[in-house]
């Protein structure tokens, strides 16, 4: 009986340390990823659409549901960058932030050109 429940232990170890090197193969493959640019742009759009960012809340009970559950795979994609990349996620989040302001800067430019053409 000993035996036996050596043998599971023994298993059981084997099997923790196989799922702990693939987690740590997953986490590097992520981070190599995440080192080039147009993956990270990538990664940013489909956060986006995730609605990780916004508000979720709609009227329909069914809509929240499933924008919701879109969040939550957004979430789940960004703990898998920050922890693969904490660095790349800040890059992420600067240049989506001066993309954001540019475009403010270039809206207000326009709403002054017209605001002066006659």
């Known amino acids: 009986m000993n ?3 050596t043998e599971i232990e023994q298993a059981i170890a ?3 340390e196989l799922e702990s090197v693939d987690e740590e193969n997953r986490v590097l493959a992520l981070a190599a990823l995440l080192k080039q640019e147009p993956a990270r742009d990538l990664l940013w759009r489909v956060l986006d659409q995730c609605g990780v960012f916004g508000e979720i809340f709609d009227p329909n009970f069914g ?3 499933y924008l919701a559950g879109r969040r939550s795979v957004g979430l789940w994609l960004l703990t ?3 922890e693969a ?4 996620y800040l890059a992420m989040q600067l ?3 001066r993309a954001k302001a540019a475009a ?6 326009k709403s002054r050109r017209s605001k002066l053409q006659p």
């Open 80 to 82: 898998q960058i920050a």
């Open 85 to 88: 990349s904490p660095d790349a």
């Open 14 to 16: 084997e099997r923790r």
């Open 95 to 97: 240049k989506a932030n």
């Open 63 to 65: 809509k929240t549901g």
């Open 104 to 109: 403010a800067a270039e809206n207000r430019a």
């Open 3 to 5: 035996d036996e429940l």
